[in-house]
Each structure stands twice: as structure tokens, then as C-alpha cells.
């Protein structure tokens, strides 16, 4: 059991690996430093170099719901609350705030010296405006479902409320106040999240596209936008208008666009980039290095059936394909990272009132069987009248590591089904666009934590979520997530999780491969970058010697 999530509530976000081809500067030497009397200063700048795998797919908050756009944009922006280096959420552009006796009414006090990059006070009226936009149905934010705690939030995203019941009211210029539907233990962690980040309203009014460059970008973080060449790099420096800048010790956070994860690991060994991850065939050598970091993430990397799309209308020929997939061989031999193999979709880590870590609690719900996978798939070819299986392609989006998974699969679905699948791979905003739109038949999907509550990972799959992506609907199992949202009694909460869980299970609409950690090599002059386990990387401590 990991103590800091028996305490920790936390925020964080649900893609996680993504792809696009290496930038054109991959291999290149790092930018030298000028040297001389003028030189000598800017010679002890303090850069970070970092890989951001690929181009955000956007940093407007509600739109970017991904940690490629989140991981950088959580460096540019904050919110009411910030987490910090104890995973807790701590005051950020709110300096304090008061709750209602009834748990429903939460009024922030923002600081006074809380400002935009461009000088402008952040005000209340920057997170109204922020909030409604997310919530906004004709936004068509995948993050909204999170504001649905706010009272009339999720009204007004169906388009069955208005934007004036939603329950955000600036008192005045620095007083935010914030009505719930009911009380939610965790709404603080929820807040810290990059979908409830303010807006700077008279720009956005002014240019929509506010976010797309760096010229135009205006963000209240520890850091602030200085360049930005798209599907290349991005360089944020040290913005002197954010009311803790005293705290940031980096000069410059250079980002590169690798998606590789061997470029990126020599761009590491050559001094190009500071931190990398760690290639699946040099795991066993570098796992013992003294640059390793490992820490705990809550996520899980999963596989999406769409049930609309012949054969996977038929439950059996699901549950079929999910038991043909041995998951420890995957963790042990593919991936080789040290991740747990994942028989359920919420991941280790979250403790129920009476002490038990949920995923032990409710039992492993899908686990290796060929012999049971190879009679589900005749039953189901028998149920839907089938001679032959239609032919099956499965969808990745383009990554070295996403490419060896699925090559693994496909092997074993030939193995244990006699099933040859086709494999097909896609650039990132392509993949994901199209898994949105129901196109693919069976494709690969990763959620992360936006907080650190069971709920978050299984509201995913209710009718008509945009997290949902695969047509899958089952008023059963909506019902246990409605209760689940709006019961206090903590046990009987999470007794209707329990259930929701396996609901999904019972129908299979996706299947887990494993469980995600962080495992990263860091250069040793580098400290002070906080990973939290449910929630996004922090570079506001980090130094470097």
C-alpha cells in the first residue's frame, strides 16, 4: 500500500504517450551559450532541456486534455490551487479560501499580486469566464465532465441549463465563489487540474486564438511562453510577473519533439536533454544506474473495443480478444519498465474507508485464458452467424513503444485465437480524432488520474462521456456512477464503484494491458522536479548546478 494516496487526492489527466516523427533538430548539438565580458552572465543561466514527445495538441486549458499539452501547460499557467511537492494541494492564485458548514460553498480569496504575463491582474472574472468556457457546450472541451461537480454544470455542457445557473459568481475584482451540486471531499485536487485554469478574459475577447503562438500567449505561471516552433521545440523562460517568481531558480525550460525513445535517450547521453525516458531493449542495463528515478503514477495503459463496429457488437467475440492477451508477458518482456499487469481499469493505490487498496478488493476482473478465448470466439461467431471472423485491424498511434506492444498482441491473437489482425498506426491529433469519432475498430488507449479518486477513472465509460470512445452504453452501470457521484456515506460510495467496475467488465468495451509508473533518467545536476503520482510534472522548484 503507497501512503500517499491513503492521504493524497490529486489531479491529472488521461492521455499520456503520444507520437509524432523525431524534430529535425533531433541529434543536433544543444544551442552553445555566449562566452566573454557579456557572456560570462548569460553563461550561468540555468536551462533546462526537456522532451515533450510531441507538439500539445493545444494549450487553451479546456481544449489541450492530455499531458502533452497539460505537462508543459501546468508550467505556464495555475490555478485556485497549485499540488505541491507533498502531492497536496496547497494556495496558489487563491490565497485562502472559506467552505460553507454544508460542504457546498467554497468562496477563494485571490492574492492581490496575482498577475498575467502581460501585467494585467488576474481577477475572479477571469475564472468565471475560464469555467463557463469549459462547460460550454459549443466548447466541446473533453474536460468538461470535471465542472460537473459545480452546480448546474452539467446541465448547462448537455445543453438542457444555461451559462447564468451555472453556480461561479465573482463577489468582486479578487472574491471567487463556487457553488457544488454537493459536497465533494475532494474539490480542491480537482481544481488544481489545467482544465480550471483562469483565462485572461479581455484577451481571449480579443483574440480567440490567444494560445496558438508564443507571441500571443498569456499564461500567470512560474514560466512564460518565449518561442514556440511548432512540431520542433518550445522554450519557456522565467516569468517575473508570477507572484512567487522568487521561488523559480530555472532560467529557461528548453522542450523538445521526440518521440523515440532511443533519439531521445542518446540526445540524453550526449548532453542534449536532461531527463529521458528509458528504451525497453537497454532496460535491464540502465534500471541499475544511478540516474534512474521511479516513482509511482496512477494510470492505466488499456485497449479500446468499438462496439458499433463488426466483430466487437458481440460481447463473447470481446471478452474472447481481451483473454487472448497475456499482460505479464507484455510488462516482463515487451515493456520491461517494471509495471504492474493491469486485470481491472482502476489502477492500485486507492484505499476505501476500511483500509483495503480498491483493485485488491475488487479482484482481478479479466486475466490471460486461451482456452476460454478461444470458446467465447465460437460462441460469439456462432451467435452473429458467422462462417468466418470479419477482418480486424488494430490501431495505435505512432510510437516505438505503442508499435512493440501492438506487434505482441498481434502474435498472440494469432496464437491463442488463430486470428490475423492488421495493425495500422497514426500521427497523434490524427489517431485520437478519429478514436473520437468511433473510426477504429480496436485501439490503444491510456487514462491518468485527473484526481485521485476511483470515480474518476470509471465515470470515463458513462453514456455519451467524451472519454468513452467506444459507443459502449449500459443504463445499469450509469446509474452506479450517478449514485456514486452524489452518495456521502463513504461506504456505500464505494460500494457502487465496486459494482460500476465490474458492470464494465461484465460488458468488456476495453481491456487493460497494464499499469503505469514513472520511470526516468535524470541527470544528477538536475533537482527539484516534482512528479506526482495522480497529477502533472512541476518544474516551479526545480534547479539545476
Known amino acids: ?37 557579456k557572456g560570462e552572465a548569460a553563461s550561468e543561466e540555468k536551462v533546462l532541456y ?34 505541491g511537492k507533498d502531492h497536496q494541494p496547497q494556495p496558489a492564485v487563491a490565497e485562502s479560501w472559506d467552505i460553507s458548514d454544508d460542504g457546498k460553498v467554497y468562496t477563494f480569496h485571490l492574492r492581490e499580486d496575482a498577475k498575467w504575463s502581460n501585467g ?26 470535471l465542472g460537473y461537480f459545480i452546480e448546474g454544470g452539467e446541465a448547462f455542457n448537455a445543453g438542457e441549463g444555461s451559462a447564468d445557473d451555472v453556480g461561479v459568481e465573482a463577489v468582486d475584482e479578487k472574491t471567487f465563489k463556487v457553488t457544488l451540486s454537493s459536497p465533494t471531499g475532494f474539490f480542491l485536487n ?16 480579443e483574440n480567440p486564438e490567444w494560445f496558438a503562438e508564443a507571441d500571443t500567449f498569456v499564461g500567470n505561471g512560474p514560466f512564460k511562453l518565449e518561442s514556440w516552433t511548432h512540431d520542433t521545440e518550445m522554450v519557456m523562460v522565467k516569468n517575473d510577473q508570477y507572484w512567487d517568481a522568487e521561488t523559480v531558480k530555472l532560467d529557461k525550460v528548453h522542450w ?14 550526449s548532453g542534449e536533454l536532461d ?22 503514477q496512477s494510470g492505466t495503459y488499456f485497449y479500446r473495443f468499438n462496439v458499433n463496429k463488426e466483430p466487437f457488437q458481440n460481447v463473447n467475440i470481446r471478452k474472447a480478444f481481451a483473454m487472448a492477451i497475456d499482460q505479464k508477458q507484455i510488462v516482463e518482456y515487451v515493456t520491461k519498465n517494471g509495471e504492474k499487469p493491469a486485470y481491472g481499469f482502476v489502477a492500485p493505490g486507492f484505499t476505501d474507508p476500511s483500509g483495503q487498496d480498491f483493485r485488491e478488493a475488487n479482484g482481478k476482473l479479466v486475466e490471460f485464458n486461451p482456452e476460454k478465448a478461444k470458446e467465447l470466439l465460437a460462441k460469439g ?37 488463430g486470428v490475423d489482425v492488421e495493425l495500422a498506426n497514426a500521427e497523434w491529433n490524427v489517431f485520437l480524432q478519429d478514436q473520437k469519432d468511433l473510426k477504429h475498430q480496436l485501439s490503444r488507449s491510456s487514462f491518468l488520474h485527473d484526481y485521485a479518486d476511483p470515480i474518476n477513472a470509471l465515470e470515463s465509460f458513462v453514456t455519451g462521456s467524451t472519454m468513452n470512445r467506444t459507443g459502449w452504453s449500459n443504463a445499469e452501470f450509469d446509474e452506479l456512477i450517478e449514485k456514486a457521484k452524489s452518495e456521502t456515506d463513504e461506504a456505500k460510495r464505494w460500494e457502487y464503484m465496486y459494482e460500476a467496475e465490474k458492470v464494465l467488465f461484465e460488458e468488456m468495451p476495453i481491456f487493460p494491458i497494464h499499469y503505469y509508473n514513472q520511470v526516468v533518467l535524470q541527470k544528477d545536476n538536475v533537482s527539484g522536479i516534482v512528479r506526482h503520482p495522480v497529477g502533472y510534472m512541476e518544474l516551479k522548484w526545480a534547479d539545476k548546478q
Open 1 to 37: 500500500m503507497k501512503k500517499w494516496l491513503v492521504m493524497f487526492v490529486g489531479v491529472l489527466f488521461v492521455s499520456v504517450l503520444a507520437a509524432c516523427t523525431a524534430n529535425e533538430n533531433a541529434g543536433e548539438e544543444p544551442e552553445q551559450k555566449p562566452e566573454g565580458e
Open 275 to 296: 531527463t529521458s525516458a528509458v528504451p525497453a531493449e537497454l532496460a535491464e542495463e540502465l534500471l541499475k544506474g544511478d540516474d534512474v528515478i521511479i516513482e509511482d
Open 120 to 145: 494585467d491582474p488576474v481577477t475572479a472574472e477571469d475564472f468565471v469566464f475560464a469555467w463557463k468556457q469549459m462547460l460550454n457546450p459549443e466548447t466541446g472541451s473533453p474536460a468538461a465532465f
Open 381 to 417: 461467431m456462432e451467435e452473429e452467424g458467422y462462417d468466418e471472423l470479419p477482418a480486424v485491424t488494430l490501431t495505435y498511434n505512432t510510437s516505438d513503444s505503442h508499435k512493440a506492444i501492438a506487434e505482441t498482441m498481434q502474435q498472440m491473437f494469432k496464437q491463442n485465437l
Open 190 to 205: 480537482i481544481i488544481s487540474n489545467p482544465a480550471f485554469f483562469p483565462i485572461n478574459k479581455a484577451v481571449a475577447e
Open 50 to 83: 526537456l522532451n515533450n514527445g510531441v507538439e500539445p495538441t493545444s494549450f487553451d486549458p479546456p481544449i489541450g486534455f492530455d499531458s502533452n499539452s497539460w505537462q508543459a501547460l501546468n508550467n505556464l499557467m495555475e490555478g485556485l490551487t497549485r499540488l
Open 256 to 269: 523538445a519533439m521526440v518521440n523515440d525513445s532511443n533519439t531521445e535517450y542518446q540526445m540524453y547521453e
